[in-house]
């Protein structure tokens, strides 16, 4: 996963993880949400048929895709103007985590979906999750991916879940062209893309109260947006997989 924009190749690596629901969902069982909520798997983003399958609301997407030449340089290209993000505390519209652990892209997108929005409300009290978010609030976003970078707790559930994909996973040293961004409608009802390489989180526009994360102003502020800049910039490699954070039914 094209990590070095920052995580540096002497930093600590993570097993890639794998963009699978069930994984995912073990994942944030195991840190400390309720089985209430989880993944799902996203067929298609422009299909009311294949988007029915999708429990809502959905609270967030991951979105994972090779990365390109394409997509480097559309990154460096919006994030050269902006300043470094240095927002903490309880008043920050969104928590940002800036990814310091090589191939943990994976990780730190999930954590971008279960920290803000509908989900934060549902950690459960005393979990890891709990106690790692209330460490985090009132860190700048260093010494928060500090936090992450020394955290045995999820460092442990990382590793498990790790496991648990479909297909072999790579060695945490290995390199992997894959990277996961993070699309959640917040707190403040604004849609936000959430990446630990970029310089901090990324409004992509407000949504109503009863537009979620798969709704059609979201998909065309985030998924689709993102997809379009792709295809502008001559990436003839749109591969992408998608999982929504929602209602569980198991």
């Given amino acids: 996963m094209a990590d070095h924009a920052d995580a540096p190749s002497t930093n600590k690596a993570f097993v890639p993880l794998e963009n699978n629901p069930e994984v995912m969902s073990h994942l944030i069982h195991q840190l400390g949400l309720p089985s209430t909520l989880g993944f799902t798997d996203v067929y298609s983003i422009d299909e009311p048929d294949l988007l029915a399958f999708v429990p809502r609301p959905s609270h967030a997407l991951l979105l994972v895709f090779p990365v390109s030449p394409t997509y480097e340089a559309s990154r460096l290209s919006e994030d050269g103007p902006l300043p470094e993000y240095t927002g903490s505390g309880p008043a920050e519209p969104v928590m940002w985590f800036k990814q310091t652990i090589r191939n943990a892209c ?12 509908g989900p934060r409300k549902h950690v459960l009290p005393g979990s890891d999750l709990e106690t790692l978010l209330r460490e985090a609030e009132p860190l700048g976003p260093i010494a928060r991916a500090d936090l992450l970078y020394e955290s045995k707790a999820l460092e442990s559930a990382h590793a498990d879940a790790a ?17 996961f961004v993070a699309f959640v409608k917040g707190s403040d009802g604004r849609l936000w893309e959430l990446d ?46 998608l999982v929504s954070l929602g209602p569980s039914f198991d």
């Fill in 106 to 117: 994976g990780l730190i997108g999930l954590l971008h979906a279960v920290a803000n929005g």
């Fill in 163 to 179: 496991r648990l994909g479909d297909t072999a996973a790579p060695q945490a040293e290995d390199n992997v062209d894959l990277h």
């Fill in 196 to 241: 630990g390489r970029r310089k901090g989180p990324l409004e992509r526009g407000r949504l109503a109260d009863d537009e979620d994360a798969l709704s059609e102003k979201a998909l065309e502020l985030g998924v689709r947006r993102f997809l379009k800049t792709e295809a502008a910039g001559g990436n003839p490699d749109l591969r992408f997989s």
